[in-house]
Structure formats: structure tokens, C-alpha cells
């Protein structure tokens, strides 16, 4: 298996083909996680929002699904709802940020849950922003459920499993839970978080088992993220001996290269960490079989899936362009 510090993450990349493409009519779909049932079936634990409701309707419509194929890279065909919303509690309204963990037979889905005022199905991207919008945000809390299958059913617990800390980087909100366990370590989750008025950030937070509780450590400490909303959408895994995340860099700090694009980091201890030696993992385009190489408008909540401690798949949340639905893609990996 290749190392990061042999060559950049990039190499990885195979190029994409439409069985790679995960996309629902009349839907934006975004957040794959990748995990396998016991039967040997992949599971996409997968995020979706009508399209009728904007690109932000994802603070406000989102629910939890799941599609199935026969290849972790697919196609996937969708099977259900996981996470229905309206059910009572502190994540009634919206369900999002899927990542899946299985530990002995056991699959533990970590989400954001929110709740706020209401906003109709046929509200618009305009409708949604604003006041109204930021309580969806500012409710927002990291929770988990469980199963013996990643089809469900899932058990809901009635409280956040990562709520916020008064007076901390992260009074007001916790979302975007990446989470990792690394052979005979405990559950380190990487997430992002904001205080009133200041700008999101992202923090580690460690627990001895899957249900927690988790200690929190403390924000990311790397010298190109001195400032907000430089990083977001993370996801960690642990291979050969190392931590290793991707990020989206929406700054290029990290990269050095256009906003937007996927850092990678890594990391001995999963507590500190630095930027990987080749830093840029994936520029905001896509590699096609068939269509070459197309540029994009956005590229968001990158997963890999792991099986025996081989990276096999990048998920990735893709926008061709402004104002068209939003796909999960499955690139295969070459490692």
C-alpha cells in the first residue's frame, strides 16, 4: 500500500463513471457514508432535502436515508428513511451529517439533530435565510443512534450526544461529527462548533466507547488555521499507524490552492495535527472515464470507507454548478 509520504493523496484518485453517481429526482443529496451490513450488502447512510426548498433548505428539511448496492462504490439503489423527522425531542426537525461506525456487530450513526420554527416545503433559499434560519443552526446538536443492521431499525437516544459548553469556542452549536476508532484506541471525533458572533471552528473530542461520553480537547491547533471558517467538512481514518483527515479547505490555507478544495491532514496521536506533506488532496473537479476532466462548483463531506484497513472509497458531496441538485459521488481509490 502506498504511503502519503510517497505520494499525494491525489494518486489515489480512479476516474468516475454514472455507476459512481448517487442522485435522487427532485432531491439534493448529500453526506454518503459508506458502511456494510452483515449480509454482506454496502449501505450509503446518506443525507437528502427536497429540491424545492434551495440548496439551504439543508438546515431546515433534512433527513437521514439509505441506499444499497452489491460494490461499495456502486451503483446504489435507495431502499428507505433511517431518521424520520417530526419524531419528538431536540432533533424533531431536521436529521443530517450522517457518519457510521461499526464495532462488534454493532453500527452506531453519528448526526447533527436541530430543531426551529417551521418553514414550509415551498419555502425558497431566500425564505430560509436569515433570522429564522439561524435558530435552525444555533439548535443544532451532535447525537447518535443504534442498530444491528445499517437498514435500522435505529434507536434514538433523548439527548444530544456532544451538546455544547457554555462559555467555550462552541457555546452556541456542535454539527459535522467525523468519527474514527483505531485498533485497541479509543473514539476520537473530529466536529465543528461556534460561540455567538464568532465564526465556526473545528474541535477533537475523544471518548473509551462508541456511545461516549466524550471529553472534548479543544480546537484544531495548525498554524494555517488561524482564522474562522477556514476548515469544515471533515472526515478521519486511521492507517498504518496514523491518523489521517480530509478537510474542506474553504480559505486555502492549507492547500495553498482555490477555496474550496480538499486538504489533507494527519497526525501521530490524533490530537495533534499538521498538514500532510502534500497537502492538497482534491481540486474542485471531477475525473470522468468518459467525459474527462470537468470543474465544478462545489465539492463537500468527504468519507473514506475502509475494509481491513484499506482505504476503498471517497464519498463526496458534488454540485456541478450554482443552482443544480447536489449528488454523492463514489470514487474508487487505488491503493
Not at 156 to 173: K, Y
Not at 247 to 252: N, Q, S, V
Not at 264 to 293: C, F, N, V, Y
Request: with cysteine; hydrophobic share 40%.
Amino acid at each position: 500500500m502506498k504511503r502519503f509520504d510517497e505520494q499525494g493523496f491525489d494518486t489515489w484518485i480512479s476516474e468516475a463513471t454514472a455507476d459512481n453517481v448517487f442522485a435522487m429526482e427532485d432531491y439534493h443529496v448529500s453526506c454518503g457514508s459508506i458502511t456494510r451490513a452483515p449480509d454482506g450488502q454496502y449501505c450509503l447512510v446518506f443525507t437528502r432535502w427536497p429540491e424545492s426548498v434551495g440548496f439551504e433548505g439543508r438546515l431546515t428539511h433534512a433527513e437521514i436515508a439509505a441506499a444499497v448496492s452489491d460494490h461499495p462504490a456502486g451503483p446504489y439503489t435507495f431502499d428507505r428513511v433511517l431518521l424520520e423527522r417530526g419524531e419528538p425531542g431536540w432533533d424533531c426537525d431536521v436529521t443530517h451529517n450522517p457518519a457510521v461506525l461499526e464495532v462488534e456487530g454493532t453500527y452506531y450513526l453519528y448526526y447533527v439533530g436541530t430543531q426551529g420554527p417551521g418553514v414550509s416545503e415551498a419555502a425558497s433559499d431566500e425564505a430560509i435565510v436569515g433570522e429564522k434560519r439561524l435558530v435552525y443552526r444555533n439548535n443544532q446538536r451532535i447525537g447518535i443512534a443504534m442498530a444491528d443492521h445499517p437498514l435500522g431499525p435505529w434507536q434514538r437516544f433523548d439527548e444530544p450526544i456532544l451538546d455544547v459548553t457554555p462559555g467555550a469556542w462552541d457555546a452556541v452549536m456542535t454539527s459535522s461529527p467525523a468519527i474514527c476508532r483505531a485498533q485497541g484506541r479509543n473514539i476520537l471525533m473530529l466536529y465543528t462548533g461556534a460561540a455567538e458572533g464568532d465564526a465556526v471552528k473545528a474541535g477533537i473530542a475523544r471518548a473509551e466507547r462508541p456511545i461516549g461520553p466524550f471529553a472534548k480537547i479543544g480546537t484544531l491547533d495548525i498554524d494555517q488555521l488561524d482564522n474562522g471558517l477556514a476548515v469544515e467538512d471533515t472526515c478521519i481514518w486511521f492507517q498504518d499507524e496514523r491518523f489521517y483527515a480530509l478537510m474542506k479547505d474553504d480559505r486555502g490555507y492549507v492547500t495553498k490552492s482555490e477555496p474550496g478544495a480538499f486538504a489533507l491532514l494527519e497526525s501521530e496521536d490524533g490530537l495533534s495535527w499538521q498538514a500532510a506533506d502534500q497537502p492538497l488532496a482534491l481540486r474542485k473537479e471531477m475525473a470522468w472515464t468518459a467525459r474527462g476532466i470537468q470543474p465544478v462548483a462545489c465539492l463537500a463531506r468527504p468519507q473514506i470507507y475502509l475494509e481491513e484497513g484499506k482505504p476503498l472509497v471517497l464519498s463526496c458531496t458534488v454540485v456541478e454548478a450554482e443552482g443544480t441538485r447536489a449528488y454523492t459521488m463514489q470514487i474508487p481509490l487505488q491503493t
